[in-house]
């Protein structure tokens, strides 16, 4: 069986192997393997052991011709750094031809128009990837729905990060309804009010992980602020808050690290100005007290830990919780 998919980045010849793994164009080894081995568990026949034979059969068929290749390539550096380099080279060339790219899904005319770009996506993909299997004779066409996001996706990102966009950078939807058109001048209505501006990506990885930071979920925060430097490793406000992450987490010499690559950035960083001193003041005494053990005649001797939940606790001013 061939599984034709005419819709989407499939349209121009271009195997969207992120459609078919239903993960964002900018997932990581980790997530792409993780959701894998989630496809894989349910389209493998010795894993639906209740199925019928056809439905064992069609689900081996969208493993081994769909989803297997698409993790190859997905999974290796070599071949996936060269994939998101040609994905890139997509992007841009829509954005020149946006006037002929049309929209079939709700979904993907929303994404057209939303104003967070990159939290309506994910979502969108997160949401589509809970049911992508679980009915084997729909999955090429939500394939090609994840597709189309990963379409406007590309095109808006292209769009935004170029110098001089074109006018018309946002692709036309196809809807069995009227479209809104200018009467004046009988075009579609190109002129209607832009949206809002949106945050750069970083700044919504930077606000994600604040609000994560001021919940005490301090492993996500550090996922977010990761990411953030991965795009942009010279911005001071993620190093500094990268750093109050570390710090929350007790790993002072990473806090100091970030709290001294924010003040090279920014000197003038209030919140690395205010902790860095306390740190290399922790540091220093974490030192002295690690030669006061290791000197031979002071064996017996203990650093003193009353009372102060530690290095941390001190820096904090009360025990760590």
């Not at 900018?26 to 496809?39: C, G, P, S």
């Not at 002929?100 to 967070?116: F, M, R």
């Not at 924010?262 to 205010?274: H, R, S």
């Amino acid at each position: 069986m061939s599984f034709k998919i005419d819709r989407g980045l499939f349209k121009y010849d271009f195997i969207d192997h992120h459609a078919i793994l239903c993960v964002p164009v900018d997932a990581d080894v980790k997530e792409i393997r993780k959701r894998y081995l989630k496809i894989t568990r349910r389209l493998h026949p010795d894993s639906n052991l209740t199925e019928s034979a056809a439905q064992k059969q069609l689900g081996n068929e969208l493993l081994s011709k769909l989803v297997n290749p698409a993790y190859e390539k997905l999974s290796g550096d070599r071949t996936r750094t060269e994939y998101i380099i040609i994905l890139s080279q997509i992007g841009k060339r829509l954005v020149q031809e946006s006037t002929s790219v049309t929209l079939n899904t709700d979904l993907a005319k929303q994404l057209a128009d939303a104003p967070n770009l990159d939290h309506f996506y994910k979502s969108a993909i997160a949401k589509l990837a809970q049911t992508q299997y679980d009915s084997l004779e729909q999955a090429v066409q939500v394939i090609a729905q994840v597709s189309e996001l990963n379409l406007v996706y590309l095109m808006r990102s292209a769009g935004k990060s170029s110098t001089a966009p074109p006018p018309h950078a946002q692709p036309k939807v196809n809807s069995d309804t009227p479209q809104p058109t200018n009467t004046a001048k009988n075009t579609p209505l190109a002129s209607a009010p832009a949206p809002p501006k949106e945050d750069s990506i970083v700044e919504q990885y930077v606000r994600r992980a604040q609000s994560l930071i001021d919940k005490n979920q301090f492993a996500q925060a550090k996922v977010e602020l990761q990411d953030a430097l991965k795009l942009e490793p010279k911005n001071s406000r993620c190093h500094s808050l990268i750093a109050m992450v570390y710090l929350k987490q007790n790993q002072l010499k990473m806090a100091k690290i970030h709290f001294d690559n924010a003040l090279k950035l920014d000197p003038n960083d209030e919140t690395a100005l205010q902790w860095k001193p306390k740190i290399d003041k922790a540091l220093g005494q974490q030192h002295s007290d690690h030669k006061v053990t290791s000197s031979p005649n002071n064996k017996d001797k203990q650093p003193d830990k009353s009372g102060s939940g530690g290095l941390f606790g001190g820096l904090f001013g009360g025990k760590k919780k």
